[in-house]
């Protein structure tokens, strides 16, 4: 079988290495540099489905190369579903990691139910233009207390569920056969090989 080259479309080196470690040999992954794409991509949409098809969108309509990119969301019960969308800019757009997850466990203080998901979707653009959206749900609960240096953004306050450590305490082998990414990658790569 031929290499797919395909470009992800984002600038964040994590996901770039944990998408590495899950694609097949079959796949190569291109990066936003390699096409000569310099510009930082928008996120405007309301929804984690509408952000990841708006770049994806973009960078095949300007580049027309087949890419596909992701937006994952943390989803709080007690809540309402926050930060959601938000979760990268929660505490503020210039915000770090370390402030979303301060002003999160903030506002659960005293919540009796701590239950959360994390979500990704993926859009992937063939060459052609055609788009498929791909999801991966990974349901937990947050912790009180940040537990973990591996990983990144909320990963030291969730556990999922079956498990007692967080995804920050977590060797990126073992997240990547359970996280929320893994398997919206996972489908997305089943629908390239079996499109061969």
Not at 35 to 61: D, F, H, M, R, W
Not at 143 to 154: A, Q
């Amino acid at each position: 079988m031929q290499k797919i080259e395909i470009c992800f479309a984002t600038n964040n080196l994590h996901k770039i290495k944990e998408l590495n470690s899950l694609l097949g040999e079959d796949i190569q992954l291109l990066s936003l540099e390699a096409i000569g794409c310099t510009e930082e991509l928008a996120e405007t949409s309301p929804t984690i489905e509408g952000n990841s098809a708006q770049k994806a969108g973009y960078v095949y309509e300007k580049f027309g190369v087949a890419c596909f990119a992701d937006d994952t969301g943390l989803e709080v019960e007690a809540l309402n579903g926050a930060p959601g969308v938000y979760s990268a800019r929660y505490a503020g757009p210039a915000c770090k990691a370390e402030d979303n997850m301060d002003l999160l466990l903030q506002k659960l203080e005293g919540k009796p139910s701590r239950a959360a998901r994390f979500k990704t979707v993926i859009t992937y653009f063939d060459k052609d233009g055609n788009k498929n959206q791909f999801e991966g749900i990974v349901n937990g609960h947050i912790i009180s207390e940040k537990r973990g240096t591996n990983g990144f953004g909320y990963d030291p306050i969730f556990i999922a569920d079956g498990y007692e450590v967080t995804f920050a305490e977590m060797e990126l082998s073992e997240k990547n056969k359970i996280s929320h990414r893994a398997l919206a990658v996972k489908k997305l790569v089943d629908f390239l090989t079996q499109k061969g």
